[in-house]
């Protein structure tokens, strides 16, 4: 067991753990200069005898070929030593670089554990897993909660996929996953605050989720835009397919459905077409809005414009937040049951 190591930033946003002997730190140093060759240099013998923080700095320098030749595997190596000591940032970077490399059955106890964690990287490759059901079996609540979250941290490609899921998840499939991104998001806010504790980490492996037997031999896959430095980047395919009832979840536990009557109003119509308008139109802009109902409720000469159910008053107001920062000038109040 060892105790979570603060890392810090340098060149490029490639992060560096703060070293845990001098020659770690110097190589920062040097590779904060722009000497990456020197870098190397410093953190080679501390991570040949063992130092993870130097592992890490090792496997990343091989990864962007930066004061050595790039070599993937190598950098692989290095990520393996370093996460199996308990290394996130490692276990993390370890379990992308699998995937990419096509090894996605290796790479999935990595992601899942990266996942819990909050990575939004390893969220939007989760999902995409659990979505198309090739080395998980299929989850679509869990693929939707996954998408969902890591939409929700910013992943451009995520939204666009959670956007072509929304076309194949049945909508009560979708308004669990929505209730289950809150619970994994909460789990990851607890973890996180673990770690900033200083809390002892479990330095085992991560443990393997269940796959199909017999997977057939994968290609190297791709990441999404703009989130792994030193690889192209384009975004991991959602294959569509009619939808149809998802096979059992194996490993993501499905979460209750909604039971809530809370709602919120978008705006009162004179015109059952305008209504409509609006409400495709935030559905396009809104993520996750389009797994709620929406109904006119009449109100003397006008019709109400709401949607729901939701499971309480914190995520109506959660969800009203998300459309008035979606669309500037839109209103929206929540409606008690």
Not at 20 to 38: C, I
Not at 49 to 63: E, H, I, L, R, S
Not at 242 to 253: E, Q
Not at 279 to 291: E, I, P
Request: hydrophobic share 40%.
């Amino acid at each position: 067991m060892r105790r979570l190591l603060p890392a810090c930033l340098i060149a490029l946003a490639l992060p560096m753990s703060a070293p845990a002997l001098a020659d770690v730190k110097d190589g920062v140093d040097a590779w904060s200069r722009g000497e990456f060759k020197e870098a190397v240099k410093q953190w080679r013998d501390p991570a040949t005898k063992g130092d993870p923080d130097a592992q890490f700095n090792m496997a990343q320098a091989y990864k962007l070929g930066r004061g050595v030749k790039q070599d993937l595997n190598i950098a692989a190596e290095w990520y393996a030593k370093a996460a199996k000591q308990g290394h996130l940032q490692a276990s993390d970077s370890y379990g992308h670089l699998l995937h990419y490399q096509g090894k996605v059955v290796a790479a999935l106890p990595y992601l899942q554990a990266s996942s819990e964690r909050g990575d939004p990287r390893a969220q939007y490759l989760l999902a995409t897993e659990l979505f198309n059901g090739v080395h998980l079996q299929k989850d679509w609540v869990g693929a939707y909660a996954y998408m969902t979250r890591a939409s929700a941290s910013g992943l451009a490609p995520a939204s666009r996929s959670l956007a072509e899921m929304d076309k194949y998840i049945p909508l009560e499939q979708r308004q669990r996953g929505i209730v289950l991104a809150g619970e994994i998001e909460k789990k990851s806010g607890q973890i996180r605050t673990q770690q900033i504790a200083g809390f002892p980490i479990d330095t085992k492996p991560p443990v393997a989720v269940a796959t199909k037997v017999a997977v057939p031999a994968s290609k190297p896959g791709s990441y999404p835009d703009g989130t792994a430095p030193g690889f192209p980047g384009t975004v991991a395919p959602i294959n569509g397919e009619a939808p149809a009832a998802p096979a059992k979840p194996v490993k993501v536990a499905a979460a209750p459905a909604i039971a809530g009557k809370w709602r919120i109003q978008l705006g009162a119509f004179g015109s059952d077409a305008n209504a409509t308008k609006l409400w495709s139109g935030l559905q396009s802009k809104v993520g996750g809005l389009s797994a709620y109902a929406h109904s006119l409720i009449p109100a003397g000469q006008v019709k109400r414009l709401q949607a729901g159910p939701f499971a309480s008053r914190g995520e109506a107001e959660a969800m009203c937040s998300k459309v008035k920062a979606a669309v500037v000038g839109q209103g929206c109040i929540v409606v008690a049951p």
